[in-house]
Each structure stands twice: as C-alpha cells, then as structure tokens.
C-alpha cells in the first residue's frame, strides 16, 4: 500500500474510534446508544468494502496498463531482434561470396 492508502486508513479507523467514544459518552438511553454505534459501524464498513472496491479497480487498472505495456515491448524487441539477425544473416551471406570469390581467384593462380 502507499503512504495516501495508509493515510486515509489511519482516518477513518481514528474517525470511527472517535464517533464510538464520542456515543458512548453522550448521555442518553441504552437503546439509542446501541443504535447509533450499530449504524456507525455499519457505515464505517460500507465506506471501508467502497474504499477497497476503489483500490481493487486502481491496481486492476495499473496491472492492465502495464500488461499492455509489457506486450508492446516485447513486441518491439521481438521486431528488432528480427531485424537485426535478418543484417547479421545479410552481412554472413556477403562475407560468404566475399571468400568464395577469393578462394575461387587462389584456386585459379594454383
């Protein structure tokens, strides 16, 4: 996770801590505490499940994006690579005619 994670962790945990003290200090009837701390923590945990649902689809994005990424550099080494041993293939190929044309003028002064 990254420091902003991290930080808005940190925030909402210190928040939810705070808002349950906060009611359980408050006077009032039992019932009414209880409820306020029951939807209190329910909307602590739907923030929490939205704020994953957030991070899921960052890094699913990311992964994508360098996936893609990945592929496109592959695909161009690939392409260079080809290149690069179709003039190696071509230099041999000169240098091969190169000798041939040589041992054929020594072949023929012999």
């Known amino acids: 996770m ?9 925030i909402m945990t210190g928040a939810a801590i705070g808002a349950v003290i906060g009611i359980l200090m408050a006077p009032d009837k039992g019932i009414n505490t209880r409820k306020r701390i029951s ?3 329910t909307q602590a945990k739907n923030h929490v499940a939205e704020s994953a649902a957030g991070m899921k689809d960052r890094v699913m994005d990311k992964l994508t994006h360098n996936k893609h990424s ?3 550099k592959l695909d161009q080494i690939v392409t260079d690579t080809r290149y690069k041993s179709e003039d190696v293939i071509n230099r041999l190929e000169a240098k091969i005619k190169d000798l041939k044309a040589k041992t054929g003028k020594v072949r023929k002064m012999a």
Do not use: M, R, Y
Request: aromatic share 0%; hydrophobic share 35%.
């Open 2 to 10: 990254d420091n902003n994670t991290h930080t808005a962790l940190g």
């Open 39 to 41: 939807d209190n923590v």
């Open 70 to 72: 990945l592929e496109a």
